[in-house]
Structure formats: C-alpha cells, structure tokens
C-alpha cells in the first residue's frame, strides 16, 4: 500500500546541509545534500556500478562522489567522472542515479518520490497559516510500529478520543458524533464536528467554576496519502497539528508534525506545547501498535467511519493507476539479491533509464514486471 508519485517530507530543512545524509523513505535509501545554490538534492542513495552507498560519500560542489571507486554524479544523477578510466573512455549511460525533485517548505525538506512529470502530479498540501501574523509553530517527530495506513486512519478517526483519550479531551461522558459535516475530494477530505470537552479536572473545577465548558468546533482534513490536519477553534484562539505519517517501510512509520498556536506565543510555552501531541500519541500508540491485521483490511464500518472508508478507496484508485511500490521485493527474504528503485522522472526522457535495474540475479535483462518501480539485480 506504500505509493509513488507524492511528495513525502524527508527530514527538517535545518539538518540538511553540504555533507551526504542517508534517510530512509519508503522502504527505500537516499542521499539528501545542498548543492552549491543551497538546493537540496535527493538521489537515490545506491551507486550503479557496485552499489556502494553515496551517503558514505562527500560532496564537491554540486556533486557527489562514491566513497568506493569515486564516480561522480551531478545533482540530476549523471555520473560525469570515472577516475580508473583513461581520458576519452566515455562514460555508459546507464552510470545515472535516480534523482528527484525537492522544495522545502513549511521548515521541511519535501522529496517527490515517483517519475510524474510537474504538470500531472498531485496537489501540494496547503499549510497557509504556517508563518503568518500570530502562529507560532513548534516541531517534533513520534516513531510508530505500524504502517502508515493505520497511523493515517488513527489520525482520521473522530469516534475513538472518548475511550483513547478520555483523560485528556476525549469525553467519555458524550461519545455520540452526530453532528458533523464531511467534505471530500480528488486528493483527500475533511470532517467538521462540534466536540463537547470533558468537564474540568482538578484544580481548574475551582478555578473555572462553570461546569459546562463551551463547545469546541474541530476540524480533520486529509491529503492524500499520508497527510492529516486537525483544526481546534477555541473561538478566541487557534490550534493546528499538521503531521506528515511517513512511510519508513512497510511495518514502520515516523510521524513528523508541525504545531501551530495562536495562544501563549513566548517561547516559554513551547515545551508544554510539545509535550501534547506527545501524550496523545503515546495514547493512540497502544491501540494503533496492537491492530491485526497490520494493512487494512475490509472490515465492519459505521457512519463515523466515513472519512476512513474515503481513504481506504482514494488509497485504491491510486493503486489502480499503478502508484504502488513492490514491498514484497524490498522486503524479500534476500534484499541483497534484490532491490527497487522508485523510478524518477528523467526515466520518461531518457530511453536508457526507462528500464535501469530492471536485472534479474544470473545477467538476465529486465523487461520483467514494470508496476511501481524497477528492480536492480544482485550487482
Ligand atoms: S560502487 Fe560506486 S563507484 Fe564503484
Ligand atoms: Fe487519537
């Protein structure tokens, strides 16, 4: 279920810089580096010649060089030098990294992993709030084991806060969703409801000595495929968690979130704001962590399963297109006999590039299955 053609945030855009980074997307290595102008460049991170690990590399201007034989390539995956060879030899073609394109935005690194050309690929999810007058963002990742798919699901459901969060601002006393307003779309959706918070704890029941706290309008929306939003309009002030469910591999997933506040803006105030996604989390770890089977299956949905059930078939339209990556070859029981390269965008160009690595151990040439992404063949 994991998917080509998005754009996955990769890391911070503060921990890329002029040395190779390895980060792992997708099931998939790269190697993320500035290059000379101080764009990110993301190729993938295994050399064709022997499959030496770029990221164990270093950059010289706006290349990098193979720590193994040193052939370089240029940011766009060309390799322009092989040192053992004499002057005039000529360079093969297929010396050529996949390379894909990058922006940073809202303080991340984003990465478009798939070989759409500008012009047919999905929507960027909007974040317009993000340094605008008044929000004050702060940043933090949580680590999961689970795919993505049961993480995004978690983050779309409005009926479990009650029973999973019910010490916080889950209600346990008013469980009921009724009322709320679903939206959807080509790329995602949203749901609007209006929560009843649970009544003050502790020493804010004296503090606060209404009993009946006003209600609070909150807002999911989802892009695909791994992109969820939550809005909580407290009338005078406003909170968003953006979070970006990163596919590591298939049974892995680091959720990279964004906080945005319009309340208690001075730095003093960040820590406690960190600490809140991080106990909900914690809380929905337990019940996401422990759900068999791990993918989705097609099971029992009620009327608040809506946006899930939109989900579950965005998520096969896309497969139906062809957007899915081959796990079972990345994770097969020799991935060093095999491995898949998530095709990038030159390889509509260049006819050289369109079936790279599709090898199969033993010198056999490709031709071989073309879903998703090609494959590279013990080397
Ligand atoms: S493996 Fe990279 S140059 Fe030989
Ligand atoms: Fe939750």
Redesign the pocket.
């Known amino acids: 279920m994991i998917l080509k053609n998005f754009w996955y945030v990769a890391e911070l855009s503060s921990a890329i810089n002029h040395t190779p980074k390895h980060i792992t997307l997708l099931g998939q290595d790269f190697v993320l580096y500035r290059n000379t102008q101080n764009q990110v460049v993301a190729l993938n991170n295994l050399?064709?010649?022997?499959?030496?690990a770029?990221s164990g590399?270093w950059v010289e201007g706006n290349c990098i060089?193979?720590?193994?034989?040193?052939?370089k390539y240029q940011s766009d995956g060309v390799c322009i030098e092989?040192p053992a060879n004499p002057p005039n030899a000529g360079i093969p073609k297929l010396a050529h990294v996949d390379s894909y394109p990058t922006q940073e935005k809202y303080g991340w690194v984003w990465v478009f992993l798939g070989d759409l050309p500008e012009s047919e690929r999905p929507p960027f999810p909007p974040l317009p709030e993000f340094g605008g007058n008044g929000w004050k963002a702060v940043y933090g990742e949580f680590k999961w084991n689970a795919p993505y798919t049961r993480v995004v699901e978690n983050s779309i459901d409005i009926a479990h806060p009650p029973f999973v969060h019910s010490d916080t601002f889950g209600n346990q006393f008013n469980p009921q969703r009724d009322h709320y307003e679903l939206d959807l779309d080509e790329w995602g959706g949203s749901i609007a409801a209006v929560i009843k918070p649970p009544p003050q704890r502790g020493i804010w029941k004296f503090i606060l000595r209404h009993k009946n706290r006003p209600d609070i309008l909150t807002k999911t929306t989802l892009y695909m495929p791994n992109i969820t939003r939550l809005d909580v309009d407290f009338g005078a002030f406003k909170f968003i968690l953006f979070n970006a469910h990163v596919p590591i591999d298939a049974k892995t997933t680091v959720t990279k979130w964004i906080q945005l506040r319009t309340f208690l803006t001075h730095p003093l105030f960040d820590r406690d704001a960190r600490k809140r996604p991080l106990k909900t989390f914690l809380q929905d770890q337990q019940v996401v962590e422990s759900q068999r089977p791990e993918l989705l299956p097609a099971t029992l949905s009620v009327h608040t399963d809506t946006l899930p059930m939109a989900y579950r078939k965005l998520l096969q339209k896309c497969l139906d297109k062809g957007w899915g990556i081959r796990q079972h070859l990345i994770q097969s029981d020799s991935p060093s006999v095999q491995r898949v390269v998530i095709p990038s965008p030159v390889r509509r160009q260049a006819p050289e590039m369109a079936k790279a690595w599709e090898r199969r151990e033993g010198g056999q040439e490709g031709g071989g299955e073309a879903e998703g992404a090609g494959e590279m063949g013990e080397m």
């Open positions: 050399c064709p010649h022997r499959g030496g770029l590399g060089r193979c720590p193994y034989h040193g052939w092989i």
